[in-house]
Every structure is written in structure tokens, then in C-alpha cells.
């Protein structure tokens, strides 16, 4: 063991313990809210396929409160990083790299209680020489409240806080970009945070390996309290076909969203990586109706107006 | 009018007009095999928009056999040719061109129909002074019979017999080769035509403009005596929720090769076509359950057998 660097590079296998812990942590505290278990598929890759490791992908489906909770664990190596992962250091591509992460999909049963993603991630060169972060956490309602999208974006402020007031509106710009279908002209959902290729000099105030890593353990670790309390307060609301047709109707945009536009979905489903485990996170049940308008003043229609970007958070004192 | 050239360059807007009578031609067989009629929507983009253009998009939902079926017509005019667009012809990116097509895919509601898809296009420069085609058809069933395959393939061939016995093979071996799910091991479906960036030259026996519009011609011509029969044969065939929820299942897999690998759809998409057209090739609904497996030796395990390439004629006189 190497003693601790003073430039924030510590031991990368420290680093990466992380993920697990994290991972066991949303599982129970799903299992807690929902109670049911769990099923937990321990995976591993042959060494000779092009990106070797191992996960563990935990899966509830037809629970009391989640038609589908995937909660998904990867630790994968690789002989050479992509020219792709890091655009901000491009002479790491083609070395050997490690790349570790923890994603999170949550798709209710009841309309009311907003589907949620979480994703955070490290990616390293396999000598632990350089080392850098991702992640994000986004909300998608079908029947918005703004006290729920309130609470999100508290949290996720919160998440940021420590980092300098910069921070959050830099994270929470970025996800509106990036969870955006463009031939909807619509965002996903309500937003949260997004940021990718995280290292130091990459975000005014974040000039450390330690920084960046706490950013990315900060988002990971608020999950459960920026969605835990939504799902309590709207997961007994009555609902009918009505609702659950809707319901339906959005979630094929977000199957939309994941096939056509995500990155880290396309990546792993192109790179060779266990596909029911990066389609864990598609919808039970999904449906598109041609043309779909919903009746201009219905709940339905209110939605249109949470997507796009909004500053949730005006006038709230942090 | 300009008299018919012997190299085949007729005149470009008498060969667009192939176009709309077959689009309504397939509307009135499958909503007479229905027995209801097609919402028709005539559309037309701006003409300041990325791709200017018009389009008569036809869907009947809910139907008594099937449960989406969408005939799409669509024509437009772009002011510079993607470098994508003819890998066969560099020289005539950039110029502006004309482009021309009718895309059908039908989601019956009986599990034992097989899902169905075709496309025609026809490409050219504006002047008229180039032109090529693409097209085919594929046939995505659930739980397959024999017959079918084989009568969707006989017609593949019977389409491709004038213009010498290289096509048939060849165009399948496309089909194949293009409606394959990577992540998945597996074809879409059955086959049956695929050709693309098709000019004089590009396949042996098709060495003029008119031999490859009459390829393009045989294969929208022959898609309703290719599939209707298959329809009328399994359209009352008893099915209860085991069935319903397998074609669920798959149907997911049929948005998955839509959204992720489709290269029409991403075209589309990103090109800023009319996106509710794009998506009328889209379920009415599809599930995805975690690691969905068939029990073996069950009828929802056979259809493994038929999503990898076989010569379904072997055997079979011509």
C-alpha cells in the first residue's frame, strides 16, 4: 500500500471500493422502500472478450411500489481506452484503462412517482497514473409536482455546495443538454445534474483528483435522499387506465432517449458489454400512439411545460 | 416532355410517381384485409427547414387484425447531398437532390402474424441527371411457421427471378446481414430483400437505370401478395397472455434494431424529418423483462432457430 499523495492520487483500488459500497447501499434502501427483494446476477466477462470484468446487475421487477428497479454494478478493463473517453486528454488513447461505476433506473408502478436515473463513474489508466469521474442524477415525471422537483433540485444544489456556487447551475445546465431529445424538441424529464470527463482543472473550484472524486461520490451518495422521499409521497396516489396510459406513452420516450441518444447505452451495447445489463434500465412496458397530443389544459398537457430548462430553483435560499 | 433516353434516364417526376400509387395501393389491401380505414395525415415541411418536403403518412391503430399498421409516403428536396448517401458515387456529395420513398411496417395484434416491414426509395440528383434506389423487405414473426417463411421467400425470389439468379441470394444474404441485432446474436426476423445504393453496375445483371427502378418496382409490388396471405392464414388463431406477453418481449427487440441500429431511422431523426412519421414504425407497446428466457424446448424457444441466416428455400424448385 502507498501512502496517500498529496495531489489527491490515491490508491486507485481504494478509489474503486467505493462503487460497491454504493451500490449495496441503493439496493437496500430500494428493497427498504419497496419490500421486496432484490434478484442479484453476479456476471463476469472471458479475459479474451475486448472489455474483460465483472458486475452485478440487481433487478426488482413487479414490486409493490417499482414495476423495475435495476441497480447495476460494472468494474470492466480494457487494452485500450477509446479516443473517445477522454476528449480533454487525448494522449491516453489506445493505453490500457479501468473503468468502474454504479447505474440506477427506477421505474415506478404508479404514474405519480417520477421515473429516476443515477449514474456515476471512474475511469483510470490501468496504472492508476491518471484518473478521472462522471456522473449524474435526473428525474422524469409523468404528473409533475413542483415541490418534488423542488426537493430534487435542493439536493442536488446541496450536492454541489461544497464545490462553490458555481458548480450546481454548471451541472444542472448540462444535464438539461444532455437528457434532451432532439426530435421532440423536449428535455427527458425535470434535469438534476450531468457532468462527464470530471477532472481537475475541468470545473472552477475543483483543482483536485480528491475534489473530483468527492463531486462524483457526493451525487452518488444523495440519490437515495433526493428520490426516496418523492417515491413516499406520491406512491399511494389513486390512479386509473387513464394515468397508466400516459405513463406508458412517456416511458417510449425514454426508451427514445436511451437508444438513440445515450452515450454511456450506445457505448456499451457497440464495446461488447453485457446488454441485458444495459437494457436493465429500459421500461417494463412501454407504447407509442401515432401523434400523440394530449388535450390541451388536461394534467397531461402540463407536462410539456417542465421540459424544458427552468431554473427550479428561483428565489429558493440555499 | 422530353422522350425516353435508351440509357434509361426517363424522366425523373413520371418515376417519383411510382411512388404515391404504390403507397395507396398498400393502404386499400390492408384496410380492406382489416376492415377499417387509415388515418391519413398529408404533411409538409417548410420550405426553409434542413430538408423541405412533403408526405402522406397513413396509420390505423386499433384495428381488428392489426393493432398499428403505418404507410408512410414521403418526398423531399435537400440542397446538399450526404457524403452518407452514395458511398458508390463521392463526386455527388454536396449537390442538391430529391429524394422519394414509401415505408410500411404492420404490428398485427395476433401473435401468430408476423410482424412486417418494407421499404422503397428512389434517390437523384435534382437535375435528374443521377439516380439510384434501395429497398426491400424483411418479416419479423413471433412464433414462425414454415409455410410462411417459405412463401415470403418464394416471393423474394419470384421478385428478383428476371433479372438473373445471382439477386435472389444476394439481396437476402443483405437482409441478413442489415437486420441484425449485434448486442442481441440475432436476426430480426426471417429476411427476405435488402438492397441499397443500388445503380447500373452495382449488381451483376442490373447494368441500367431501368433495370434497377424495375428491381425497386418488383419488390413494393410484390409486398402485399407477400404478406397478406400469411395474415389471412394466422389472423384467427387462438392466443391467450402467454403468447400476447412473448410478443411483447419481442417486440422490444424490434424497437431496440429501430433506435439503435436502423440507419433510415437515425437519418431521420437526426436530419430533422417529420419524427411522428419516422416513429410510426414503433410498437403500439413492448415489454423488456430482465434476461428473458424462454423455457426450453417451449414454442417461445424455436424462435431462437429462425433469427440466424438459413437458406429457407433449400430444396425448393424455383
Redesign the interface.
Known amino acids: 500500500m502507498s501512502a496517500p499523495r498529496d495531489d489527491g492520487y490515491d490508491d486507485l483500488a481504494s478509489d474503486a471500493a467505493y462503487f460497491p459500497a454504493l451500490h449495496e447501499q441503493i439496493v437496500q434502501a430500494l428493497a427498504a422502500v419497496d419490500g421486496h427483494a432484490f434478484?442479484r446476477?453476479a456476471w463476469q466477462k472471458a479475459p479474451d472478450e475486448p472489455l474483460s470484468g465483472d458486475g452485478v446487475?440487481c433487478?426488482l421487477?413487479g414490486g409493490r411500489v417499482f414495476e423495475?428497479a435495476?441497480v447495476m454494478l460494472s468494474r470492466v478493463q480494457g487494452r485500450a481506452l477509446p479516443p473517445s473517453a477522454t476528449a480533454r486528454r487525448p494522449e491516453h488513447a489506445g493505453r490500457p484503462f479501468f473503468a468502474t461505476g454504479v447505474s440506477v433506473v427506477v421505474h415506478p408502478q404508479n404514474p405519480y412517482v417520477p421515473t429516476s436515473h443515477l449514474n456515476v463513474r471512474l475511469l483510470a489508466l490501468q496504472d492508476g497514473s491518471a484518473r478521472w469521474f462522471g456522473g449524474g442524477f435526473d428525474l422524469t415525471p409523468f404528473y409533475p409536482f413542483d415541490d418534488d422537483v423542488m426537493h430534487w433540485h435542493r439536493v442536488a444544489r446541496g450536492v454541489c455546495a461544497p464545490f462553490g456556487a458555481a458548480v450546481y447551475p454548471t451541472l444542472k445546465a448540462r444535464c438539461d443538454e444532455y437528457f434532451f431529445l432532439?426530435?421532440?424538441a423536449e428535455t427527458r424529464g425535470v434535469g438534476g445534474l450531468f457532468v462527464d470527463d470530471l477532472m481537475p482543472g475541468a470545473l472552477p473550484g475543483l483543482d483536485t483528483v480528491s475534489a473530483c472524486f468527492a463531486l462524483t461520490r457526493g451525487i452518488g451518495d444523495a440519490f437515495v435522499d433526493a428520490y426516496v422521499p418523492i417515491v413516499q409521497r406520491r406512491r399511494d396516489t389513486p390512479f386509473g387506465a387513464r394515468e397508466r396510459a400516459f405513463q406508458?406513452v412517456r416511458r417510449?420516450r425514454y426508451?427514445?432517449f436511451n437508444?438513440?441518444f445515450d452515450r454511456g447505452t450506445?457505448f456499451g451495447?457497440?464495446s461488447g458489454g453485457r446488454?441485458?445489463s444495459?437494457?436493465?434500465s429500459?421500461?417494463?412496458?412501454?407504447?407509442?400512439?401515432?401523434?400523440h397530443r394530449p388535450e390541451p389544459g388536461s394534467a397531461e398537457a402540463r407536462l410539456r411545460d417542465y421540459l424544458r430548462p427552468r431554473d427550479w430553483l428561483v428565489g429558493d435560499a440555499a
Chains 1, 2 share one sequence.
Not at 282 to 291: N, R
Open positions: 434478484r446476477d446487475t433487478v421487477e423495475r435495476g432532439k426530435h421532440r406508458l417510449g426508451v427514445e437508444l438513440v450506445h451495447l457497440q446488454s441485458e444495459i437494457l436493465a429500459m421500461p417494463p412496458l412501454a407504447s407509442w400512439c401515432y401523434d
